[in-house]
């Protein structure tokens, strides 16, 4: 076994003894890692109550080269997550983060940038960005960085120019939108504004500022949700369970 360090985003804690957890937590280094921390619950010790949800801790663990949990030997906390002391929906939109993370994410596969970009949108849950902004572009950043970000800029059958006017095809299996052309024989086809492709175009650009604000109007951000909401769904093969909850985060 190897003792490995890192930076990480608790995801999920569950009882395992009565003084100890497994966490699964998302790493800077290694991605996603389940792991035992043992006497994690006792008030004193190399945890430091450091292994709360959504917290952004510095840990060491041994990394065990068979299927069984690695072990959590020490968890140093970085910063803890404080937006549910600011309004339920913050915590909600923290929850969703972490399920992203969770269900789009394989075990032992690295991903700095989305480690970082999960912590950003935590720090941001806490601040006073609009609020379901900052889990559309968490979302778009997430599926871009994994591969999964729909084609918003031509045609995701024939990679012809689709029009930013009027109402615009968008295919939830496609992956994108669907020239006039191409939509015929598609199944789970939804009309949508041009507005609403172009403010999801220029959020998923990764050239787009992180201080930028992109204020939406509230007559498109139902229309944002909606989309992504059934994308996602699709993509994991069923609903996440915070989405019921996301209606609570429009502001």
């Avoid at 002391?85 to 690295?110: F, I, Q, S, W």
């Avoid at 979302?139 to 031509?154: C, D, I, M, V, W």
């Avoid at 939804?190 to 507005?195: K, N, Q």
């Amino acid at each position: 076994m190897s003792s490995e360090k890192s930076l990480a985003v608790v995801l999920r804690i569950v009882d395992f003894s009565e003084s100890s957890y497994v966490v699964t937590l998302f790493t800077e280094d290694f991605g996603k890692i389940t792991a035992l921390a043992k006497g994690a619950k006792r008030p004193k010790g190399p945890f430091e109550s450091a292994l709360d949800l959504l917290a952004v801790c510095r840990i060491v663990f041994l990394h065990k080269s068979s299927d069984a949990l690695d072990l959590l030997t020490e968890a140093k906390l970085e910063r803890r997550f404080r937006g549910a002391t600011r309004n339920l929906a913050r915590l909600y939109a923290g929850y969703y983060v972490a399920e992203l993370l969770t269900e789009l994410t394989d075990e032992g596969d690295p991903h700095a940038e989305l480690f970082r970009a999960a912590c950003d949108s935590l720090a941001a849950l806490e601040g006073e960005e609009q609020l379901d902004m900052v889990i559309v572009r968490y979302e778009l950043t997430a599926l871009r960085l994994l591969g999964h970000l729909p084609r918003f800029g031509e045609c995701v059958r024939c990679s012809d120019a689709v029009r930013g006017e009027g109402r615009i095809a968008f295919g939830q299996l496609a992956g994108g939108v669907l020239c006039q052309r191409c939509r015929v024989g598609q199944r789970q086809v939804v009309s949508v504004t041009a507005d609403t492709i172009r403010i999801l175009k220029q959020i998923s650009d990764p050239q787009l500022p992180k201080s930028h604000k992109i204020e939406v109007k509230r007559t498109l951000r139902g229309e944002l949700r909606g989309l992504l909401n059934q994308y996602v769904s699709n993509l994991l093969g069923h609903r996440p369970k915070m989405h019921k909850y996301l209606e609570l985060i429009a502001e």
